[in-house]
């Protein structure tokens, strides 16, 4: 982290558990898995709105409509702000998998919402990513996970970069924008094996192709390197439960950082958004679901 480099919390909300944050139409959209509450966070003024979603909410991503296309417990639904109105779309994991829900998600760049189920019991391999495509057709993309979290893709959209956090690994999926297909994965990195703290969770793309990595546990987000796996940049937060990252801002300069309670630590600024300033990198624009 460069000396002009400077991190503050903003807004004034204090989530049990923040995650899956998305700059969108000037505000910063994320949920609190764990307080059942979607926010929409004026990263300037630090205005913020809320919805009590009564359900834990993994996820969240723009519709080109203006409602919002959720995941949580009770599976994929969109959400009208102004009515409040949620519709059902799928729940695939709602009879056989009664510990799973789904957590993060993002939108590709054609506009398909892929989103992957955790396995809240930790048993291992039974959880999955799915894709929901823009006929509202949901497909299994990757079986055997057991904590389905960061998702981006590079900007010419041949890969797709994913994380199954409990394994600490980054992996690589040959990808087909025009159909949603992925290919046999290859590794960009173990987390583990590389000895850096945390695991990784949450993650984001900048413009120069790099990846944005939030390490749960780790107090830090870093900057790897997707082609080598190595790292380029950590940013180090005064609170060790890091959850996800997203550029945002005019310029998409500025990284906003989502954190979570830790169950024992007591740390005055933990569970509130952060952003970093200076980082002297920008990101890319995000996308909706649909056409």
Wanted: charged share 20%.
């Amino acid at each position: 982290m460069n000396q002009s480099t400077t991190i503050q919390p903003v807004g004034s909300c204090v989530s049990q558990w923040g995650e899956g944050p998305i700059f969108w139409d000037g505000h910063l959209i994320y949920v609190d898995i764990e307080g059942h509450t979607l926010i929409r966070l004026n990263g300037e003024t630090g205005n913020e709105e809320t919805w009590e979603m009564s359900e834990r909410i993994g996820t969240v991503v723009p519709m080109k409509d203006g409602s919002f296309l959720c995941a949580g417990d009770s599976g994929i639904y969109s959400f009208d702000p102004a009515s409040g109105d949620k519709i059902n779309l799928a729940d695939p994991e709602a009879h056989k998998r009664p510990d799973n829900r789904f957590n993060d998600g993002k939108c590709d760049p054609a506009g398909r919402f892929w989103a992957g189920t955790i396995s809240t019991v930790k048993k291992t391999g039974d959880a999955n990513l799915y894709m929901f495509d823009l006929a509202g057709n949901l497909s299994l993309k990757v079986s055997g996970v057991t904590n389905s979290n960061g998702i981006c893709w590079n900007a010419e959209a041949t890969v797709m970069y994913y994380i199954d956090t409990p394994t600490k690994k980054i992996l690589a999926y040959p990808f087909e924008n025009e159909t949603g297909e992925i290919g046999e994965p290859s590794l960009v990195v173990d987390t583990g094996v590389a000895g850096w703290a945390g695991s990784p969770d949450g993650m984001t793309i900048d413009a120069d192709g790099k990846l944005w990595v939030a390490m749960c546990h780790g107090g830090t987000v870093l900057r790897i390197d997707p082609l080598s796996g190595e790292l380029l940049q950590q940013v180090d937060f005064p609170c060790v439960e890091t959850t996800a990252c997203a550029f945002g801002g005019p310029n998409l300069e500025r990284l906003f950082v989502t954190t979570g309670l830790h169950k024992t630590l007591d740390e005055p600024d933990a569970g509130k958004v952060f952003v970093v300033d200076g980082l002297g990198v920008s990101g890319v624009p995000s996308f909706a679901y649909g056409k």
